[in-house]
């Protein structure tokens, strides 16, 4: 079954690229022709895989400017990953965010349709704001998971983008799933963590962590699939290995 996720929470460092562009490499490597479409007008997603120049991007796509298959890059050393870029600074989706949405709040919505008849799995990389690019982004998705990291911001945080997303649901008639929480950087010797993911638990989320790993880092560095990463001879935690792959296996069933 097709299926088109998006990770958001409005606060920035939560690791919502990072789990993003994570989730989508484990779902190429198990096999599914995945798209990861870059929502976020900085492009992190785009720089962590691709480094070299594009000619289309997003924008131009929403803009009339090219096809989507035009823009659509296939990610280098990983078979059956797929790259809908976001150029960053000097890119135009910050332009189209603030002038053009406004009037196409369901462009993104008719776009994942049109992408779904060629990608069994799509993952949407947001921004941390809530303006009208994230509100037509999170309408076209079929769920939205929400990264936090394990601090009371992040749960206060939480509280508000529950609010705010019944609001979308309302306003905008979509039927978007929020039934999950990721618990990013986790450290189960911190007391504080321990705490945050009991309080996490409590509500009526299913709740996972992934633990503090500073291979994500490294990899993204080296514009590399984290679990493929290795220097000198180490790659991610095998604890780090089995929290994605239960995530991707949980988001996708």
């Known amino acids: 079954m097709n299926k088109t996720i998006s990770f958001h929470l409005q606060k920035g460092g939560v690791g919502k690229t990072t789990i993003s562009g994570t989730i989508a490499c484990q779902s190429a490597l198990d096999g599914y022709r995945t798209l990861l479409v870059d929502v976020d007008p900085q492009g992190n997603a785009s720089s962590w895989f691709y480094k070299n120049s594009l000619r289309w991007e997003l924008s131009d796509v929403l803009q009339g400017n090219c096809y989507v298959n035009d823009a659509i890059v296939e990610i280098p050393n990983m078979e059956n990953l797929f790259l809908l870029p976001t150029f960053g600074i000097g890119g135009g989706l910050k332009t189209y965010a603030e002038t053009k949405i406004v009037d196409e709040p369901y462009v993104l919505q008719d776009l994942i349709r049109e992408l779904s008849k060629d990608f069994t799995r799509i993952i949407l990389d947001l921004s941390p704001g809530l303006?009208?690019?994230?509100?037509?982004?999170?309408?076209?998705?079929?769920?939205?998971?929400?990264?936090?990291?394990?601090?009371?911001?992040?749960?206060?945080?939480l509280e508000i983008f529950?609010?705010?997303?019944?609001?979308?649901?309302?306003?905008?008639?979509?039927?978007?799933?929020?039934?999950?929480?990721?618990?990013?950087?986790?450290?189960?010797?911190?007391?504080?963590?321990?705490?945050?993911?009991?309080?996490?638990?409590?509500?009526?989320?299913?709740?996972?962590k992934i633990p503090v790993d500073p291979v994500f880092r490294k990899a993204q560095e080296a514009n590399s699939a984290p679990q493929l990463f290795k220097q000198r001879g180490k790659g991610l935690k095998q604890i780090t290995l089995e929290a994605i792959q239960s995530i991707n296996s949980a988001i996708w069933r």
């Open 131 to 157: 303006g009208k690019l994230e509100r037509a982004a999170i309408i076209a998705s079929d769920e939205v998971i929400t990264p936090m990291t394990p601090e009371v911001f992040s749960l206060d945080g």
């Open 162 to 208: 529950i609010d705010e997303l019944q609001k979308i649901k309302k306003n905008l008639r979509s039927q978007v799933r929020h039934e999950r929480i990721i618990i990013n950087s986790y450290d189960d010797r911190i007391r504080q963590h321990k705490d945050i993911f009991e309080a996490a638990k409590s509500g009526v989320f299913q709740v996972f």
